[in-house]
C-alpha cells in the first residue's frame, strides 16, 4: 500500500500536479503505527523482513502519515472478516452497497414509474406488523400473564401485597367517597326514597363501601404495575421489529420522503403551521397537561401537580424556540419559497 501511495503520488508529480501535503494511509492497529512511527530497535521488531522497513522510511521522511482508524470505520474488514451485523452493515452503506431490489426500485421510483403492487402490499404489510405484534404482545402479557401472576403473587407474598396495598392519595379518594356516600343516605332518607337507617346499619353500608373502594384501588395498582412491563414488552417488539427489518424501514422512509417532496409548497407551509400550532399554539397548554395526566395515571405515578405545572411551562416552551430557530434560520437555506409562503401565512 505504501508502495502505491508513493508509484501515485511521483506519477501526479510528473504529470505536474504536485501534492506537498503527506499522504493518509489508515490502520487499525495502534501496534503497527508506533513501531512505524518509532525506529528504536527491541525484540519484537528484530523478526521484521527488510521490505517492510520500507514504510518506516516514508513516516520518516514524511512522505504518508498512519492515522488510526477504529475497527469499527475500516471497510476493508466487509471483505476480510466476518462481522457482526450492525457494523457490516455499516461498512457496506459506507461503501454504497445495498440491496439491489430497493436501490432499482428507487431509481425507477424517481424516474417517474409508478409504485409496484408488490411494493405497496409490501409496506402495508410491514406496517400492519408494526401495528399489530406489539399491541398484541402488549395485551396478552398484560393481561393473560402479568394480571393472573400479580393476583396470585399479592396473596402469596405479604411484602407484595404491601408494596401494592392502597396508598396515601388514593386512602384520602377513599375518605371523600365515603362521605359523599354518607350524604347520600341523609339525602334520600330526608326526600323519603330509603327508609331510616340506624348508626350501625350505615355503618355496615359504609364499611362494605370502604370495602369495595380498597379492591378497587388495589386492582387499579396492580394494572398500573403491569402496565410498566406490558408497555417495555411493547417498546422491545417495536424496536426488534425495526432492527431486523431495515430494508423495509428504510422503503418506508423513502415513501414519505417522496410523498414530502410531491407536496407543494403550500401544502409544506401549511403542514408546518398546523404541526406547530397543535404541539405549540395558544391552546396546547391543556394539551400537554392532559396528556401528562394521563400518562400519570397509566402508570401509576404519584407526582405532585406542581411539577407538571413546570414541565408544561418549560418544555414546550424550549421545544417552541428551537422550531423557531429551526424556522428563521435553516428553512429559508433548506426551501426559500416554503419559508417564503409561511411567512405570509403567519402573517395573513
Not at 392519595?169 to 343516605?185: G, H, I, T, Y
Not at 341523609?186 to 353500608?205: T, Y
Request: glycine letters at 4%; charged letters at 20%; a positive charge.
Amino acid at each position: 500500500m505504501a508502495a502505491e501511495l508513493m508509484w501515485l503520488k511521483y506519477f501526479l508529480q510528473e504529470l505536474g500536479f504536485p501534492i506537498s501535503q503527506r499522504m493518509q494511509m489508515f490502520c487499525d492497529n495502534q501496534a503497527a503505527i508506533y513501531i512505524a512511527s518509532n525506529p528504536v530497535f527491541h525484540e519484537r521488531t528484530k523478526h521484521i523482513e527488510v521490505d517492510w522497513h520500507f514504510v518506516r522510511d516514508a513516516v520518516l521522511n514524511k512522505l504518508i502519515v498512519t492515522p488510526f482508524v477504529p475497527s469499527t470505520g475500516q471497510l476493508g474488514d466487509v471483505f476480510t472478516k466476518p462481522l457482526f451485523g450492525p457494523t457490516f452493515r455499516n461498512g457496506c452503506f459506507k461503501l454504497g452497497m445495498g440491496d439491489l431490489k430497493i436501490h432499482l426500485f428507487m431509481l425507477k421510483f424517481w424516474a417517474g414509474f409508478a409504485m409496484p403492487y408488490f411494493m405497496r402490499s409490501l409496506q402495508a404489510k410491514f406496517l400492519a406488523v408494526l401495528v399489530i405484534i406489539p399491541w398484541t404482545l402488549d395485551f396478552v402479557v398484560h393481561d393473560y400473564v402479568l394480571m393472573p401472576f400479580l393476583d396470585r403473587y399479592v396473596k402469596t407474598v405479604p411484602l407484595a401485597a404491601q408494596l401494592l396495598d392502597v396508598r396515601r392519595p388514593q386512602k384520602l379518594e377513599m375518605v371523600k367517597a365515603l362521605k359523599d356516600e354518607r350524604a347520600r343516605f341523609r339525602f334520600e332518607v330526608e326526600i323519603g326514597k330509603s327508609p331510616p337507617l340506624s348508626d350501625e346499619e350505615v355503618w355496615l353500608e359504609l364499611r362494605h363501601k370502604a370495602l369495595e373502594l380498597r379492591d378497587e384501588w388495589r386492582l387499579e395498582n396492580r394494572r398500573t404495575f403491569a402496565n410498566i412491563w406490558s408497555d417495555m414488552v411493547f417498546g422491545i417488539s417495536l424496536f426488534i421489529l425495526l432492527y431486523f427489518n431495515q430494508s423495509k424501514v428504510a422503503l418506508l422512509k423513502f415513501t414519505g420522503y417522496k410523498i414530502l417532496n410531491n407536496m407543494s409548497d403550500t401544502g409544506k407551509a401549511f403542514l408546518i403551521i398546523l404541526v406547530t400550532d397543535i404541539f405549540l399554539g395558544y391552546h396546547s397548554e391543556s394539551g400537554w397537561q392532559t396528556l401528562l395526566e394521563v400518562i400519570v395515571e397509566h402508570y401509576g405515578l404519584e407526582i405532585d401537580p406542581s411539577v407538571i405545572t413546570i414541565f408544561v411551562c418549560l418544555v414546550p416552551v424550549i421545544i417552541d424556540a428551537c422550531v423557531k430557530l429551526w424556522l428563521f434560520k435553516f428553512l429559508p437555506r433548506l426551501s426559500p419559497k416554503v419559508a417564503n409562503i409561511f411567512r405570509e401565512m403567519k402573517r395573513h
